[in-house]
């Protein structure tokens, strides 16, 4: 594999890259269409994520993570999802969503009871923020969480939660209201374990893309959990929600940049092998500067995206350019998945093409984690 230049790609980011590239090309290419047709969550693949040390790639090495940075998560979930997005988002909700919050803003006591368990692949952590009735508008949840004499029970449910109905999911993060305050609803963000009384987990079956992925609906029935399960203090709740959809938002960029570059990989096989007109259709100018866009628009995001990461390694700012790179790279994942299928021709409609599924995969990029629009008022606000 050619190594790839960049002033902020250290030698051990190209050795992770190599390792996860071989990796998903020899343990989740030969699985992946399958499972997408079967529409099959894979525990064995999840495990094999969690031995090639996927989960709690930036947790310290005290609660059993590798203490790496931002940019090297990044370039793992990029590797995943030029192969299989529904892997790459098993392995980027479980780190960005689940166990961010938990790092950034858990006690030391909830940290050591939380993370050690979640870092091997056999159990996975979700982020529960979005509701029936509160997508885009998240302070419209319905979810709530009454303080007892000897804890919280919440009632409400959450729909669309990534990892968080499949047995190995063990809980998540979730947001709900915990009061009023001068008219205002008071949001707090409490950590509940899929094993608390009154919780309940369901599938949501036949989607059109990361079919292989668990996407989940959670009930929540007089659901207790003791009173120490507060992350964070009461009424922080809805900060640390759309603090850690700043981290998200690099992974879905990870995954809209390594489903473009994966996508582009396959239309130039095809473009040079493909014979119509005695040439290979590489040598139609129409085809190659298909090919040509394609390479710009994969340069520009990979440029920014590892920006971002480097600004939030630095401890700097990062929410603006987390919002342009989430909103350019899932649109940027569209063109070339669309450019790519048409390369491909009517081969591209058929089942058995791979860019089939990537065409499919990259739909949910402009509306998971803010949608385009929403990601647009975002970025408005920087104006
Ligand atoms: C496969 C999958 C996995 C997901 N994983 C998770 C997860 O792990 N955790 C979690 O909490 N959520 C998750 N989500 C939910 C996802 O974040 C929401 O679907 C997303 O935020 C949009 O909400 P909505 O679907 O309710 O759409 P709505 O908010 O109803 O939006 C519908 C349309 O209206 C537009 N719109 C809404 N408000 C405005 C506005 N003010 N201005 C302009 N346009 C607007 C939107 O852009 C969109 O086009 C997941 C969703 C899917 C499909």
Known sequence: M?????PLLKEHHHALREQIRHFAETEIYPLAAELDEKATFSEHLTRRMGQMGLFGMC???EYGGRNLDTL???IAVEELARIDGSQAVTVAAHNSLGLGPIHQYGTPEQKKHYLPKLVDGNRLWAFGLTEPNAGSDAKNIATRAEKTSDGWVINGEKIFITNSSSALAAGMTLLACTGENAGKKVYSTLLV???APGYRKEPILNKMMWRAADTGRVYFNNCKIPAENILG???QGLRIMLETLDSG???IAAMGLGLAQGAYELAA???KKRVQFGKTLINFQNISFKLAEMQVKIELARNTLYHACWLKDQGLPFGREAAIIKLYTSEIAKEIADEALQIHGGYGLIKS??????????RILQIGEGTSEILKLVISKYV
Request: charged share 35%; proline share 3%.
């Open 2 to 6: 050619q190594k790839m230049n960049h």
């Open 59 to 61: 947790i310290p090495e």
């Open 72 to 74: 090297s998560y990044i």
């Open 193 to 195: 374990e899929s094993n």
């Open 233 to 235: 203090q009461e009424g």
């Open 249 to 251: 938002r690099l992974s």
């Open 269 to 271: 096989k095809y473009a």
């Open 353 to 362: 093409s791979d860019i089939e599924r990537f065409y499919r995969d990259q």
